[in-house]
């Protein structure tokens, strides 16, 4: 039988110590819930592996519905996002919005911000 190595989020398949792939790892969202209800857990999974499909390891929860008071729950393992960011997973782009949020990650680049004024292509709007 061959024996599985795993090393980090470039996890390292090895069959018999002669074959050995690496996997990367993805930071992403699987959605729970139900019909306009959901309930997101983030996980550590393949890239290859399906949205709500098998994963490597939970860590954390987030909950988009508001309560009463207003507030949208983000619940995160800090400790296990920051190992999985420094062996190179990366996060989605709705998972790296979250971990800006609690403060893991520096806040992701807002689109079209940076773009200057005459490359916009609104030059011809307003004439």
């Known amino acids: 039988r061959g024996e599985k190595v795993s090393l980090g989020p470039r996890r390292k398949l090895c069959v018999r110590r002669k074959l050995c ?17 959901p309930f997101y857990h983030i996980v550590a999974a393949d890239v290859k592996a399906p949205r709500d499909g098998r994963f490597l390891e939970k860590l954390g929860t987030y909950d988009p519905i508001p309560d ?16 999985w960011l420094m062996y190179g997973a990366e996060p989605s782009e709705p998972v790296a919005k979250l971990l ?8 992701p680049p807002r689109r079209g911000l940076n773009v200057p004024e005459g490359e916009r292509g609104v030059e011809g709007r307003g004439k």
């Open 68 to 83: 009463r008071s207003g507030n949208k729950h983000l619940r995160v393992d800090v400790k296990r996002v920051e190992h």
């Open 21 to 37: 792939v690496a996997m990367p790892v993805r930071l992403r969202l699987q959605r729970f819930g139900r019909l306009q209800k």
């Open 100 to 107: 800006a949020r609690a403060h893991v990650l520096p806040p």
